[in-house]
C-alpha cells in the first residue's frame, strides 16, 4: 500500500530528512520536560497535603454542592444575557459603522472605539458604583458594552470582506442596501465571522467570573467563599481543580456548539450546490419549423 507524499503549499514545505530527525527529537524533547513539569507539580501538589481527605471533605457537603450548582447557574445566566445583548449591541453598532449617512457613522465609531478601549473591570465597577446598578446587570451592562464593541468590529469586517461583485450584483437587482446586507452580505460573512464570534463568547463567559468582586454570587464567588473556609484548612488548590476544569469544558462545549453549526451550515440544502438538469430538445414554437 503506498501513501502520497504531502504536497507543499505557500505555508508549509516538505521537510527533508535532516529536518524530519530535528522535528522527531524537538518533539521528544518537548515530550519529556511537559511530563517532567507535570510530575514536578504533582509532587508539589503532595509534598503540600493538597490531596488530603480534611481538603476534600467540603465537597461531600450537600450545603457545599448546591452553592456551587447555584453558582455555576448565576454564571451561565450572566452569560446568557450577555452573549444575547452583545450580539445585538455588535449588530446594531455595525450597521451604524456601515451607514452612509456621516453623523450616524460617526457616532458609532466613537462608542466602538470608547468602549473597545475601557477595561471591562471599570465599567462594571462603575456601573455598580457610581451609577448604583444591582450586581447581575452591572456585570451584564459592562460585558455587553465591552464585547459588543468588539463584535461591532467583528460584523463590519466579516461584511466588507464579501466579494465586492455579490453586493454590486444585489444592487443591480433592484434591492435596497438594507436588503443587501441582511439578505446577501450577513449570510455569506457568518461563516468566516463564526470562529472570531465564538472567541470573543469565550471571553465573555472568562469575564463572568469578574462579578466576584461586586458581590456577585457567581461560580468564582462561590469558590472563594469555600477555599477561605478555615474550618477545612483553607481548601484553595482543591477549589481550584473543581473549578478550572468546569470553566474549561464550558469554553470547549461552546467551542463544539460553533464547530456543530458550522458543519450544519455547509449540509443545509440552502446552502448546497444544486444540480442542474442536462439541456434537452424543446417544444418549437407555434408556427416554427
Known sequence: MTHSAPTPTALYDIPGPQARKRHLVYGIVSTALILAL??????????????TAEKWRPFQYKGIQELLLRGLGNTLKAFAYAAVLSLALGAVLAVGR??????????????VEFFRAMPVLVMIFFIFVALKVQA??????????????????????????????????????GMRKTQVTTFVLAPQAVRAMLPTIISQLVVALKDTSLGYLITYEEFLHAGKLIASNLDYDLPFIPVVMVISPIYIGLCMLLSWFATWVARRQRRSPKTEAVGVAPAEPGKLLPGGQ
Open 38 to 51: 507535570v510530575g514536578w507539580i504533582v509532587y508539589l501538589l503532595f509534598d503540600t497535603d493538597q490531596f
Open 98 to 111: 456601515l451607514s452612509v449617512h456621516r453623523p450616524v457613522r460617526w457616532v458609532s465609531t466613537l462608542l
Open 136 to 173: 447581575l446587570p452591572a456585570l451584564v451592562a459592562g460585558l455587553t458594552l465591552y464585547n459588543g464593541s468588539v463584535l461591532a468590529e467583528v460584523f463590519r469586517t466579516g461584511i466588507n470582506s464579501v466579494d465586492r461583485g455579490q453586493r454590486e450584483a444585489a444592487y443591480a437587482l
